[in-house]
Protein backbone atom coordinates (compact mmCIF):
# COMPACT_ATOMS: atom_id res chain seq x y z
CA UNK A 1 0.00 0.00 0.00
CA UNK A 2 1.50 3.19 -0.76
CA UNK A 3 2.27 5.80 1.99
CA UNK A 4 1.03 9.65 2.00
CA UNK A 5 3.25 11.09 -1.18
CA UNK A 6 4.11 14.97 -0.91
CA UNK A 7 5.45 16.98 -4.16
CA UNK A 8 7.74 18.46 -4.84
CA UNK A 9 10.43 17.30 -1.97
CA UNK A 10 11.98 20.27 -2.32
CA UNK A 11 11.08 24.42 -4.02
CA UNK A 12 12.88 27.09 -3.91
CA UNK A 13 11.36 30.63 -4.48
CA UNK A 14 11.53 33.67 -4.68
CA UNK A 15 9.52 36.75 -1.92
CA UNK A 16 6.57 38.07 -3.22
CA UNK A 17 5.62 34.33 -5.37
CA UNK A 18 3.16 31.85 -4.76
CA UNK A 19 3.78 28.48 -4.37
CA UNK A 20 1.40 25.40 -4.18
CA UNK A 21 1.86 21.70 -2.63
CA UNK A 22 0.25 18.31 -3.20
CA UNK A 23 -0.45 15.57 -1.57
CA UNK A 24 -1.67 12.79 -2.08
CA UNK A 25 -3.06 10.85 0.73
CA UNK A 26 -3.19 6.95 1.49
CA UNK A 27 -5.62 4.98 -0.26
CA UNK A 28 -8.63 4.63 1.58
CA UNK A 29 -7.88 7.84 3.59
CA UNK A 30 -10.55 11.09 3.42
CA UNK A 31 -8.95 13.39 5.98
CA UNK A 32 -6.06 15.07 4.74
CA UNK A 33 -3.91 17.57 7.37
CA UNK A 34 -1.17 20.47 6.92
CA UNK A 35 1.69 21.09 9.02
CA UNK A 36 4.61 23.91 8.67
CA UNK A 37 7.82 22.90 10.72
CA UNK A 38 10.48 25.78 11.82
CA UNK A 39 13.02 25.16 13.79
CA UNK A 40 11.70 28.19 16.03
CA UNK A 41 8.42 26.97 16.06
CA UNK A 42 8.55 23.59 15.97
CA UNK A 43 5.55 21.71 14.12
CA UNK A 44 2.08 24.01 13.43
CA UNK A 45 -1.27 22.79 12.32
CA UNK A 46 -2.48 24.81 9.30
CA UNK A 47 -5.19 23.01 8.30
CA UNK A 48 -7.16 19.89 7.54
CA UNK A 49 -9.65 18.38 4.92
CA UNK A 50 -12.13 16.13 4.64
CA UNK A 51 -14.55 15.03 2.18
CA UNK A 52 -13.22 18.31 0.11
CA UNK A 53 -14.35 20.61 3.21
CA UNK A 54 -12.24 22.37 5.54
CA UNK A 55 -13.11 21.34 8.72
CA UNK A 56 -10.27 22.87 10.64
CA UNK A 57 -7.97 25.87 10.59
CA UNK A 58 -4.68 26.79 12.29
CA UNK A 59 -3.82 29.93 13.23
CA UNK A 60 -2.19 31.36 9.87
CA UNK A 61 -2.46 34.38 7.69
CA UNK A 62 -4.85 34.34 4.67
CA UNK A 63 -1.72 33.89 2.62
CA UNK A 64 -1.78 30.11 3.38
CA UNK A 65 -5.06 28.54 2.00
CA UNK A 66 -5.78 24.45 1.24
CA UNK A 67 -8.19 22.46 -1.20
CA UNK A 68 -9.45 19.17 -1.23
CA UNK A 69 -10.44 17.35 -4.42
CA UNK A 70 -13.30 14.56 -4.88
CA UNK A 71 -10.30 11.77 -4.82
CA UNK A 72 -8.67 13.03 -1.26
CA UNK A 73 -5.65 14.81 -2.81
CA UNK A 74 -4.65 17.86 -1.51
CA UNK A 75 -3.22 21.33 -2.21
CA UNK A 76 -1.85 23.79 -0.05
CA UNK A 77 -1.05 27.01 -1.49
CA UNK A 78 1.06 30.20 0.05
CA UNK A 79 0.78 33.83 -1.58
CA UNK A 80 3.32 36.53 -1.51
CA UNK A 81 5.42 34.31 -0.11
CA UNK A 82 7.58 35.71 3.03
CA UNK A 83 11.37 34.55 4.13
CA UNK A 84 9.50 33.17 7.24
CA UNK A 85 7.53 30.79 5.18
CA UNK A 86 10.82 28.77 4.59
CA UNK A 87 9.47 25.73 6.33
CA UNK A 88 9.23 22.00 6.17
CA UNK A 89 5.66 21.64 5.22
CA UNK A 90 4.23 18.19 5.75
CA UNK A 91 0.92 16.64 4.96
CA UNK A 92 -0.74 13.42 7.24
CA UNK A 93 -3.43 11.47 5.86
CA UNK A 94 -6.05 9.53 8.10
CA UNK A 95 -8.93 7.66 7.84
CA UNK A 96 -11.49 10.24 9.24
CA UNK A 97 -11.99 13.04 11.09
CA UNK A 98 -14.62 11.95 13.51
CA UNK A 99 -13.28 10.35 16.78
CA UNK A 100 -10.11 11.03 15.32
CA UNK A 101 -8.87 10.80 18.74
CA UNK A 102 -8.12 7.33 18.28
CA UNK A 103 -6.76 7.81 14.98
CA UNK A 104 -3.39 8.02 13.98
CA UNK A 105 -2.23 10.09 11.21
CA UNK A 106 -0.16 9.07 8.33
CA UNK A 107 2.88 12.07 7.32
CA UNK A 108 4.56 12.11 4.33
CA UNK A 109 8.05 13.12 3.54
CA UNK A 110 7.55 16.81 3.64
CA UNK A 111 8.42 19.32 1.24
CA UNK A 112 10.97 21.49 2.16
CA UNK A 113 10.08 25.30 0.95
CA UNK A 114 13.28 27.61 0.95
CA UNK A 115 12.43 31.40 0.16
CA UNK A 116 15.03 33.83 -1.08
CA UNK B 1 -0.32 27.00 27.94
CA UNK B 2 1.59 24.15 26.17
CA UNK B 3 -0.51 21.43 25.98
CA UNK B 4 2.32 19.02 25.10
CA UNK B 5 5.92 19.24 26.94
CA UNK B 6 8.59 17.26 26.11
CA UNK B 7 11.61 18.97 28.72
CA UNK B 8 14.28 16.37 26.91
CA UNK B 9 15.68 19.03 23.97
CA UNK B 10 18.55 16.23 23.31
CA UNK B 11 18.96 12.56 25.17
CA UNK B 12 21.91 10.04 24.38
CA UNK B 13 22.12 6.32 25.20
CA UNK B 14 24.44 3.54 24.96
CA UNK B 15 23.51 1.37 21.99
CA UNK B 16 21.54 -1.65 23.61
CA UNK B 17 20.44 -0.03 26.37
CA UNK B 18 16.85 1.26 27.43
CA UNK B 19 15.84 5.37 27.36
CA UNK B 20 12.88 7.11 27.92
CA UNK B 21 12.01 9.99 26.55
CA UNK B 22 9.36 12.57 28.81
CA UNK B 23 6.18 13.58 27.51
CA UNK B 24 3.59 15.16 29.77
CA UNK B 25 0.23 16.90 28.63
CA UNK B 26 -2.31 19.01 29.10
CA UNK B 27 -6.14 18.56 28.15
CA UNK B 28 -9.93 19.00 29.58
CA UNK B 29 -11.26 16.81 27.08
CA UNK B 30 -12.02 13.58 28.85
CA UNK B 31 -10.80 11.23 25.04
CA UNK B 32 -7.89 12.15 23.91
CA UNK B 33 -4.96 9.69 21.94
CA UNK B 34 -1.57 10.44 22.64
CA UNK B 35 1.09 9.29 20.16
CA UNK B 36 4.55 8.74 19.37
CA UNK B 37 6.88 9.81 16.32
CA UNK B 38 10.10 9.59 14.82
CA UNK B 39 12.32 11.85 12.71
CA UNK B 40 14.78 10.97 10.79
CA UNK B 41 16.80 13.44 9.31
CA UNK B 42 15.29 12.81 6.05
CA UNK B 43 11.59 14.70 7.57
CA UNK B 44 9.64 11.57 7.43
CA UNK B 45 7.29 11.55 10.54
CA UNK B 46 7.31 7.69 11.62
CA UNK B 47 4.15 6.71 13.47
CA UNK B 48 5.54 4.25 16.75
CA UNK B 49 2.92 3.91 19.11
CA UNK B 50 -0.65 5.07 20.48
CA UNK B 51 -2.25 5.29 23.89
CA UNK B 52 -6.04 6.29 24.11
CA UNK B 53 -7.33 7.83 27.40
CA UNK B 54 -9.34 5.64 27.99
CA UNK B 55 -6.83 2.46 27.56
CA UNK B 56 -6.21 0.56 30.56
CA UNK B 57 -3.19 -0.80 29.65
CA UNK B 58 0.30 0.45 28.59
CA UNK B 59 0.65 0.35 24.76
CA UNK B 60 3.70 -1.69 23.52
CA UNK B 61 4.56 -2.11 19.96
CA UNK B 62 8.14 -4.39 19.70
CA UNK B 63 10.81 -2.45 21.04
CA UNK B 64 8.72 0.70 21.95
CA UNK B 65 6.51 0.50 24.93
CA UNK B 66 4.38 3.87 26.06
CA UNK B 67 4.24 4.28 30.52
CA UNK B 68 1.05 6.13 30.40
CA UNK B 69 0.64 7.51 34.12
CA UNK B 70 -3.23 9.35 33.31
CA UNK B 71 -3.29 11.08 36.69
CA UNK B 72 -0.15 12.87 36.15
CA UNK B 73 -0.70 13.42 32.61
CA UNK B 74 2.50 11.90 31.33
CA UNK B 75 3.14 9.66 28.63
CA UNK B 76 6.41 8.78 28.34
CA UNK B 77 8.10 6.90 25.56
CA UNK B 78 10.38 3.93 26.48
CA UNK B 79 12.63 2.12 23.86
CA UNK B 80 14.43 -0.86 24.86
CA UNK B 81 17.84 -2.19 23.49
CA UNK B 82 18.88 1.15 21.59
CA UNK B 83 20.16 0.90 18.19
CA UNK B 84 22.04 2.95 15.72
CA UNK B 85 19.07 3.84 13.49
CA UNK B 86 17.16 4.78 16.24
CA UNK B 87 19.04 8.25 16.67
CA UNK B 88 16.43 10.70 15.31
CA UNK B 89 14.01 13.77 17.07
CA UNK B 90 10.95 11.97 18.45
CA UNK B 91 7.72 14.12 18.73
CA UNK B 92 4.61 13.22 21.55
CA UNK B 93 1.34 13.82 20.24
CA UNK B 94 -1.89 14.61 20.94
CA UNK B 95 -5.03 14.55 19.46
CA UNK B 96 -8.53 15.53 21.50
CA UNK B 97 -11.79 14.21 20.52
CA UNK B 98 -13.68 16.79 21.26
CA UNK B 99 -12.09 19.86 20.36
CA UNK B 100 -10.06 20.36 17.81
CA UNK B 101 -11.34 17.21 15.45
CA UNK B 102 -8.62 16.07 13.40
CA UNK B 103 -5.81 18.42 14.90
CA UNK B 104 -2.83 17.03 16.20
CA UNK B 105 -0.66 19.12 18.66
CA UNK B 106 2.74 18.25 19.22
CA UNK B 107 5.16 18.87 21.81
CA UNK B 108 9.01 20.27 20.72
CA UNK B 109 10.77 17.24 19.95
CA UNK B 110 13.51 15.12 21.53
CA UNK B 111 16.77 14.31 19.75
CA UNK B 112 18.24 11.25 20.62
CA UNK B 113 21.45 9.97 20.15
CA UNK B 114 22.94 6.76 20.01
CA UNK B 115 26.70 5.63 21.13
CA UNK B 116 28.09 2.55 19.51
Known amino acids: KAGVTQTPRYLIKTRGQQVTLSCSPI?????VSWYQQTPGQGLQFLFEYFSETQRNKGNFPGRFSGRQFSNSRSEMNVSTLELGDSALYLC???????????????FGQGTRLTVV | AQKITQTQPGMFVQEKEAVTLDCTYD???????LFWYKQPSSGEMIFLIY??????QNATEGRYSLNFQKARKSANLVISASQLGDSAMYFC?????????????FGDGTTLTVKP
Open chain 2, 51 to 56: QGSYDQ
Open chain 2, 27 to 33: TSDPSYG
Open chain 2, 93 to 105: AMRERNTNAGKST
Open chain 1, 92 to 106: ASSLRVQGTENTEAF
Open chain 1, 27 to 31: SGHRS
